[in-house]
């Protein structure tokens, strides 16, 4: 049984920044990638950053570069979102996906940012930015 729990959603002005965690359980403590997804209403779920379980490399849409930054503390099966100088555009529910796709180019290989390479999911935490 796969189990991702996001929590650390709420409200923040622009600008502010905020921290999301994601508590996996079950097999998605084996998944090779675990990733941070966003989806705004009317909009489809994107790819906002991506980490490999095993060494930790990261991958980030070209939105959140610089203001982003994912992390994983892997004896409590958690990771970690934080968001810098968030702005209203930001404002999405916030998924986090657990999975197992890599690409590599010259030898570089990060986890995929990409909806269908993710099998698993949590529910999601709201951020809203004004």
């Known amino acids: 049984h796969v189990q991702l729990v996001e929590s650390g959603g709420g409200s923040v002005q622009a600008g502010g920044s905020m921290t999301l965690s994601c508590v996996a359980s079950?097999?998605?403590?084996?998944?090779?990638?675990m990733a941070w997804f966003r989806q705004a209403p009317g909009e489809e779920r994107e790819g906002v950053a991506s980490?490999?379980?095993?060494?930790?490399?990261?991958a980030y849409t070209d939105s959140v570069k610089g203001r982003f930054t994912i992390s994983q503390d892997n004896s409590k099966g958690t990771i970690l979102l934080q968001m810098n100088n968030l702005k209203p555009g930001d404002t999405a529910t916030y998924y986090c996906?657990?999975?197992?796709?890599?690409?590599?180019?010259?030898?570089?290989?990060?986890?995929?940012?990409?909806?269908?390479?993710?099998?698993?999911w949590g529910r999601g935490t709201q951020v809203t930015v004004s």
């Open positions: 079950g097999y998605a403590l084996g998944s090779t990638c």
């Open positions: 980490i490999g379980r095993r060494h930790g490399t990261t």
């Open positions: 996906a657990a999975g197992g796709t890599t690409y590599c180019s010259r030898g570089d290989c990060r986890c995929s940012v990409k909806v269908p390479d993710y099998g698993d």
